[in-house]
């Protein structure tokens, strides 16, 4: 359970160097580059492999809450990144451990993230248990917090009754804006998020639905 877990303190406690080694200035004694794109919920890692060569700049960050499946993906990028030592291939993925339900302030600074990724998140089908979903009010708040102006986020389900609730709420909420078909239809990270997850591998072997939305992180309105 959650008792177990360890958060920093701050982002500033966060040691980003035992992630990303190859990002680690030794001489400045700091990182070269932040996390910017978190995936909530990774589970077996697909999407931060995929993402891996289409973004080699920036730092890809998987949150999991499950030990083992975290092990998993952790266990997978140390392979891929055996496998590729001369092209320093993978070096800006990794995996974290922890509850993206709570204390994402405490690794992420106000507006460091550029796109976050919510794919194929827990359903929660019962009405009692629509508070335990990933996407809420509250939590949208937090989400808002850590991305930056301009910055997206993704999801995508095969559950049409979580699709449309995590499009209201994205919607509902002011910080957020939907953004429109033609926009995904030309984004590249839809398309590797349509194809890219174990579960929308899944879904794809059963020839089911997907259903996509996207929204863009407003400007924080001034308080006057
Ligand atoms: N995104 C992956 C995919 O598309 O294949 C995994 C989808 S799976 C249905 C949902 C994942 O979210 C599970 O691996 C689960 O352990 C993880 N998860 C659920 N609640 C979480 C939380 N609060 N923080 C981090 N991960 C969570």
Redesign the pocket.
Known sequence: SDHQLEYPLSPNDMDWRKLYPYFYDESKGDMTKEVTIA??????G??LIDLSPAFPDKLILG????VQ?TNYVEDRIIALRANNVKTNAYQNINVLR????KFLPNFFHQAQLEKMFF????PHFKQRKHKAR?ITNTLLSEYAYVLKEGGIIYTITDVLDLHEWMAKHLTEHPLFERLSQEWEDQDECVKIMRHA????KKVERKKGDKYVACFKRLPTPEII
């Open positions: 995936d909530i919920g990774c589970g077996f697909g999407l949150m999991e809450i499950r499946v922890g509850n993206a339900m794919c194929f998140p827990d990933i997850t174990e579960e929308g």
